[in-house]
């Protein structure tokens, strides 16, 4: 029998043992919370709108800080095609769309500088959000960044840029962290998957805007037309900042420090007082309370050793390796689309022309994926989409074998079309499966080890794909599509084993989900009793010392 415990309960039916709660809480504490729980999954999609507008406006808010982070990564790798670019830091490359070429190891330095300050910034990141509070840390990343912007601005050298890009890591790393978790954690049931994946539709406004900017500057006749994209990041500082400094903070963080008063205020702020009651608010911070001690039963502490450990070691596989799997999918080659399309044999404007194309389809994918996820569950459309660009990897794979300029075009658009397949499931789908896959008391370690193990991919990535698509190096151009390709279906595979299906569920019932050790394919089917009271339990509860006096 597990810790939580199944007392005489049918076939896929877990029931939880809430005897050591009560000795914790008391009766009305569980009964708080088991309202306001039925309360959520009773809510409708259009009542959760109306009720959760401020979280939604907070969340899609704070989110926005994402846009520099998908900004900077991605302009980097547009600059590998930039004439004035490679003519200031390149090489003399014959052949090439610009005539020089940046070396394929100083853009591997590059392309890893902002991953290994991102790592780094997510270590910290972790510790300090749970010591010192969320928006703290949010605020002093924020202000470290804009000193940090100064670097590559005015950089002299690739050195420069290298160091300039590994210090704007730093801060990047806690932004990846800090805005996944507050999207989990503001919102019920209905609207989590939505605000989640607007995650990823704010790294595609970076991303989007910073192919625009730098195809606008591409015939300034100067040092400019690089520096310039790297100056609008100061534009949105100030704004980013009075965001942070306003919003309401995380009721999740305000009960696992024991401030329920702060929790109930919180909750408060992020919901409209129209439509909840006091009553709802102390369900609401009430059902937080019995989710943080049923983690607390299985698991005391929240370092980065606990998620190593007992059930949050699958916990932790399973959100590490869905953000790897990003890049693991073949993603990288849309984040060196420029270049990749000019190795294809794409002229230079048209190349950025179609990069901007490209990445537009980071905002349009995610707005379809809003529609998926009403329909399909999170291991569905994330197998599905894995599935779909192997497929897709393969063709381009293929295709990279024929000199033509119908094969050329053809390339391009699938490319495209790879990046409309990842942006409608594995890109929105991976932020909604990662915050609801962690537990709640190991939130933001687990989010900050599952994207530092994307920056690790990615570093690796940043080695070996400039060499796979650069003429100077490997020249594989669009063959390599077969080598990510087969990536791809080897990351079906784990899906179809690995992933469990969260939609629908609290975080209680995952609770209990993961501490009983339901298989993956399982998840879906299985019925669970998080406020179970088992014979006696009521009488028993009026006995125990009520530790928590705020719900007398």
Same mark, same amino acid.
């Given at each position: 029998m597990s810790q939580y415990g199944i007392h005489d309960a049918? +076939?896929?039916?877990?029931?939880?043992?809430?005897?050591?709660?009560?000795?914790?809480?008391?009766?009305?504490?569980?009964?708080?919370? +088991?309202k306001a729980d039925e309360a959520e999954h009773n809510m409708t999609l259009r009542e959760a709108f109306r009720t959760y507008k401020k979280a939604i406006f907070w969340s899609m808010a704070l989110s926005g800080a994402l846009i520099m982070e998908g900004y900077d990564v991605v302009v980097i790798g547009s600059f590998y095609g930039q004439p004035n670019f490679t003519k200031r830091f390149g090489i003399v490359a014959p052949g090439t769309a610009t005539g020089y070429a940046i070396p394929a190891s100083w853009q591997s330095g590059l392309s890893n500088g902002s991953s290994a300050g991102g790592i780094i910034g997510l270590l910290i990141n972790g510790w300090a959000a749970?010591?010192?509070?969320?928006?703290?840390? @949010? @605020?002093?990343?924020?202000?470290?960044?804009?000193?940090?912007?100064?670097?590559? !601005?005015?950089?002299?050298? #690739?050195?420069?840029?290298?160091?300039?890009?590994?210090?704007?890591? /730093?801060?990047?790393?806690?932004?990846?962290?800090?805005?996944?978790? &507050?999207?989990?954690?503001?919102?019920?049931?209905?609207?989590?998957? &939505?605000?989640?994946?607007?995650?990823?539709?704010?790294?595609?406004?970076?991303?989007l805007l910073s192919s625009g900017v730098?195809?606008?500057? #591409?015939?300034?006749?100067?040092?400019?037309?690089?520096?310039?994209?790297?100056?609008?990041?100061?534009?949105?500082?100030?704004?980013?900042?009075?965001? !942070? &400094?306003?919003?309401?903070?995380?009721?999740?963080? @305000?009960?696992?420090?024991?401030? /329920?008063?702060?929790a109930e205020r919180s909750v408060r702020r992020l919901t409209n007082e129209e439509c909840v009651s006091d009553e709802d608010i102390k369900n609401t911070v009430a059902m937080m309370v019995h989710t943080n001690e049923l983690e607390k039963q299985v698991q005391e502490g929240t370092s980065y050793i606990e998620c190593f450990t007992k059930t949050d070691l699958r916990r932790t596989e399973i959100v590490m390796m869905t953000f790897a799997m990003q890049l693991l999918s073949g993603e990288n080659l849309i984040g060196q689309g420029v270049q990749f399309l000019q190795s294809a044999g794409v002229g230079t404007q048209l190349s950025f022309d179609l990069n901007m194309v490209l990445n537009s389809m980071f905002i349009i994918g995610t707005i379809v994926s809003w529609g998926l996820i009403i329909l399909f569950g999170r291991r569905t459309l994330y197998t599905a989409g894995m599935a779909c660009m192997a497929i897709v990897l393969f063709v381009i794979g293929g295709l990279g074998f024929i000199s033509s300029n119908n094969a050329t075009m053809t390339i391009g658009g699938l490319l495209i079309a790879l990046n409309f397949i990842y942006n409608c499931t594995l890109g929105p789908l991976c932020y909604t499966i990662i915050g609801e896959v962690s537990s709640t008391r190991l939130r933001q370690k687990s989010i900050a080890l599952s994207r530092i193990s994307y920056q690790i991919m990615n570093i690796v990535c940043g080695i070996i794909v400039p060499r796979m698509i650069n003429t100077t190096a490997w020249n594989w151009g669009a063959k390599s599509g077969l080598f990510w390709g087969g990536s791809a279906l080897l990351s079906t595979l784990y899906c179809l084993l690995r992933l469990p299906e969260t939609k629908n569920r609290s975080y209680g019932e995952l609770d209990l989900?993961?501490?009983?050790?339901?298989?993956?394919?399982?998840?879906k089917s299985t019925k669970v009793d998080q406020f179970a009271i088992h014979s006696g339990a009521t009488e028993k509860g009026t006995e125990f010392k009520e530790d928590i006096k705020h719900f007398d």
């Amino acid at each position: 029998m597990s810790q939580y415990g199944i007392h005489d309960a049918p +076939a896929d039916v877990i029931v939880a043992d809430n005897d050591e709660i009560l000795r914790k809480l008391n009766a009305n504490t569980l009964s708080d919370a +088991a309202k306001a729980d039925e309360a959520e999954h009773n809510m409708t999609l259009r009542e959760a709108f109306r009720t959760y507008k401020k979280a939604i406006f907070w969340s899609m808010a704070l989110s926005g800080a994402l846009i520099m982070e998908g900004y900077d990564v991605v302009v980097i790798g547009s600059f590998y095609g930039q004439p004035n670019f490679t003519k200031r830091f390149g090489i003399v490359a014959p052949g090439t769309a610009t005539g020089y070429a940046i070396p394929a190891s100083w853009q591997s330095g590059l392309s890893n500088g902002s991953s290994a300050g991102g790592i780094i910034g997510l270590l910290i990141n972790g510790w300090a959000a749970d010591r010192f509070g969320p928006k703290i840390v @949010m @605020m002093t990343s924020i202000v470290a960044l804009t000193c940090f912007i100064f670097i590559p !601005v005015f950089a002299q050298s #690739l050195t420069t840029l290298v160091i300039g890009e590994v210090l704007c890591g /730093l801060p990047w790393g806690v932004f990846q962290t800090l805005t996944t978790a &507050y999207a989990s954690e503001v919102c019920p049931i209905q609207l989590r998957g &939505y605000l989640t994946a607007y995650v990823n539709l704010c790294w595609g406004v970076g991303i989007l805007l910073s192919s625009g900017v730098v195809t606008a500057t #591409l015939n300034i006749d100067s040092d400019w037309s690089w520096r310039l994209p790297f100056v609008v990041q100061w534009v949105w500082v100030i704004p980013l900042f009075l965001i !942070v &400094y306003f919003c309401p903070p995380s009721p999740w963080w @305000m009960v696992r420090h024991g401030r /329920l008063a702060d929790a109930e205020r919180s909750v408060r702020r992020l919901t409209n007082e129209e439509c909840v009651s006091d009553e709802d608010i102390k369900n609401t911070v009430a059902m937080m309370v019995h989710t943080n001690e049923l983690e607390k039963q299985v698991q005391e502490g929240t370092s980065y050793i606990e998620c190593f450990t007992k059930t949050d070691l699958r916990r932790t596989e399973i959100v590490m390796m869905t953000f790897a799997m990003q890049l693991l999918s073949g993603e990288n080659l849309i984040g060196q689309g420029v270049q990749f399309l000019q190795s294809a044999g794409v002229g230079t404007q048209l190349s950025f022309d179609l990069n901007m194309v490209l990445n537009s389809m980071f905002i349009i994918g995610t707005i379809v994926s809003w529609g998926l996820i009403i329909l399909f569950g999170r291991r569905t459309l994330y197998t599905a989409g894995m599935a779909c660009m192997a497929i897709v990897l393969f063709v381009i794979g293929g295709l990279g074998f024929i000199s033509s300029n119908n094969a050329t075009m053809t390339i391009g658009g699938l490319l495209i079309a790879l990046n409309f397949i990842y942006n409608c499931t594995l890109g929105p789908l991976c932020y909604t499966i990662i915050g609801e896959v962690s537990s709640t008391r190991l939130r933001q370690k687990s989010i900050a080890l599952s994207r530092i193990s994307y920056q690790i991919m990615n570093i690796v990535c940043g080695i070996i794909v400039p060499r796979m698509i650069n003429t100077t190096a490997w020249n594989w151009g669009a063959k390599s599509g077969l080598f990510w390709g087969g990536s791809a279906l080897l990351s079906t595979l784990y899906c179809l084993l690995r992933l469990p299906e969260t939609k629908n569920r609290s975080y209680g019932e995952l609770d209990l989900l993961f501490e009983n050790k339901v298989p993956a394919w399982r998840f879906k089917s299985t019925k669970v009793d998080q406020f179970a009271i088992h014979s006696g339990a009521t009488e028993k509860g009026t006995e125990f010392k009520e530790d928590i006096k705020h719900f007398d």
